[in-house]
């Protein structure tokens, strides 16, 4: 009798919160903002590769090059936290052709450019020093963060705007909101690659370098659930 008291005492219980449970009309929606910007720096990495027979004498050409390589970069008064070397390799290298070893040494140099008016000059620099491959440029903005943000006040405005939109037949209005997903991805614009010219290794002057930097998209997602009024 007392289990039989349990059982419907709990059974009770249940029914009783089951009804206290209500639905909360809500509606579930996505933005998009998009914010466009002219980039005013640049990520530029370069590279100085030297071959050669003797290890020794390949690594103390590609030092002495970019010994001349840094002084150009400080003489242009680039900041020395805005530039640093990202790689440094020796290897060994066989050719089939020829049946024989060289070696090959390679150091890489982020720079980030401040200052895009000066970039035609830098390069020149770069290449009458010995570099012998532009890998990346990377365009950006000093403003990033700014611009993050625009990008997701707009998107939640967007998606507020389209759940208007939809209960405006329905006779509701579009109340507070309760969950708000980011789902922005990180994104950098992608690089443009400069291939030097091979007439530059040849003792042969390179044509000077132009830019057509155009614009960068910073763009936010978010999901946001209102609730139904």
């Known amino acids: 009798m007392k289990k039989a008291v349990l059982i ?14 209500k639905q909360i009309p809500m509606i579930n929606v996505s933005g998009e903002g998009k914010v466009k910007v002219t980039p005013d720096q640049a990520a530029i990495m370069v590279s100085i590769e030297t071959k050669g027979t003797k290890a020794a004498e390949v690594k103390e050409e590609n030092d002495k090059k970019m010994d001349a390589i840094l ?16 790689r440094v390799s020796l290897n060994p290298n066989y050719d089939y052709e020829k049946k024989k070893h060289n070696y090959v040494a390679t150091q890489s140099l982020q720079i980030l450019l401040k200052d895009l008016s000066k970039y ?6 770069l290449v009458n020093e010995g570099i012998n491959r532009i890998d990346n440029v990377e365009f950006k903005s000093s403003k990033i963060t700014q ?9 939640v405005k967007e998606a507020k705007a389209k ?9 509701q209005k579009v109340g507070k909101a309760i969950l708000i997903s980011d789902n922005s991805q990180t994104y950098n614009p992608q690089p443009r690659m400069y291939a030097m010219k091979a007439m530059a290794m040849d003792g042969v002057e390179a044509p000077r370098e132009t830019l057509a930097v155009g614009e960068i998209e910073i763009t936010a997602n978010v999901s946001v659930s209102f609730i139904l009024e």
């Open 120 to 125: 035609d000059e830098l390069m020149e620099d």
């Open 71 to 86: 002084k150009s970069i400080k003489k242009a008064t680039i900041a020395k936290e805005h530039f640093q070397t990202l």
């Open 163 to 171: 759940a208007e939109d939809f209960v405006s037949v329905l006779g």
């Open 8 to 21: 419907l005492g709990f059974l009770w219980m249940t029914i009783s919160y089951s009804q206290e449970q």
């Open 147 to 155: 611009l993050q943000s625009d990008a997701r006040k707009l998107a």
